[in-house]
């Protein structure tokens, strides 16, 4: 069973789930799990949901330079085929030359 503690802001009423407060129609906040009462968007949950930001943004941040390095490594394997291809032509066109 969940930890979390939602509850009315206005009217004090509790739940263990969000959604709207059936007696005043306010939405239900939600409590900081450290048990001081305090609604968990003002108390140290939400420090913890900046380092679970950061930590996404960072994870974003590698992923993206892992694609940028696989483009550059498929643009380098490329340029490197066609110089080879283009090494190759150079060779058959120096041998018709000669007969």
Known sequence: MS???FVCPFCGFESNG?????TCDQ????????????????CCEEEVEEVDEEKKEKLMEAELG??????????????????????NTKEVDEGQDEE
């Open 3 to 5: 930890d979390n503690k």
């Open 18 to 22: 969000a959604g709207v407060c059936p």
């Open 27 to 42: 939405i239900l906040e939600k409590q900081c799990l450290c048990k001081t009462g305090e609604f968990s968007g003002k």
């Open 66 to 87: 892992a694609e940028n390095l696989s483009e550059i490594a498929q643009q380098a394997k490329k340029k490197a085929e066609e110089e080879a291809e283009l090494e």
